[in-house]
């Protein structure tokens, strides 16, 4: 009975985390489109962004998950704190921008698969405008479509999207699906770290 009890716990937490972790609610729907473009007003035009590739990507959504691939070259000169009214560097706003949005970006079943920062200029680049100075890049896993959307409305994630505008002087973002990848994802580090823990607790108890 208390092999079962084990493993059964183990399987609960894998199912908790599938549940989690899964998209589960299929692509989005045209009058959900509808209402996010709504809801986001002119603030994608007046950031330099195009309605209409948004909205081609939202209405092509198959309900897979995609990674954000983005570019940052942050603002390393200072701004003034729209909390405090005091100059602070940039780069200080930018980090407390993705403190902000990481949480918001967890509790919907995404993760940052990969942050990075630049370590070299532009080893290969083929009619490409010149380096503008990245200083990072980061891989963004969301679950779904959908959940982009609920998170480009979500009040904290507006509330902080100012500290990112001052923290960036240049970026850019796009959204991937992968081909390949010899990585063990979430699903499978988190199926055996579970098994591992109830193997090892089963021995532990000694049945």
């Known amino acids: 009975m208390l092999i079962w009890m084990i493993w ?3 399987l609960g937490l894998y199912l908790s985390f599938l549940f989690w972790y899964e998209n589960w609610r299929g692509p989005l729907k045209p009058q959900e489109i509808d209402r996010f ?7 994608l035009e007046e950031s330099g962004n195009s309605r209409a590739v948004l909205r081609a990507f939202l209405e092509q959504d198959d309900g897979r998950e995609f990674h954000m691939l983005n570019v940052v070259k942050a603002e390393m000169g200072h701004v ?17 921008y993705s403190r902000r949005f990481l949480p918001i970006l967890i509790s919907r079943g995404g993760l940052p698969a990969i942050v990075g920062r630049k370590v070299g200029g532009y080893i290969d680049a083929w009619k490409t405008p010149n380096d503008p100075g990245w200083t990072l890049f980061g891989l963004m896993r969301y679950r779904s479509r959908r959940d982009l959307v ?6 904290d ?11 960036t002087a240049v970026t850019f973002s796009f959204p991937t699906q992968s081909i390949l990848s010899l990585y063990a994802g979430p699903r499978v580090t988190a199926f055996l770290v ?5 193997a090892l607790t089963q021995i532990g108890l000694g049945v």
């Open 8 to 10: 059964g716990v183990a």
């Open 150 to 155: 609920a998170l480009a409305t979500h009040p």
């Open 80 to 96: 003034i704190d729209p909390r405090s009214g005091r100059s602070v560097k940039g780069v200080t706003l930018l980090n407390r």
């Open 194 to 198: 579970l098994a591992l823990a109830a």
């Open 157 to 167: 994630f507006l509330a902080a999207h100012p500290e990112k505008q001052l923290g």
């Open 37 to 43: 473009l709504e809801a986001v007003g002119p603030r």
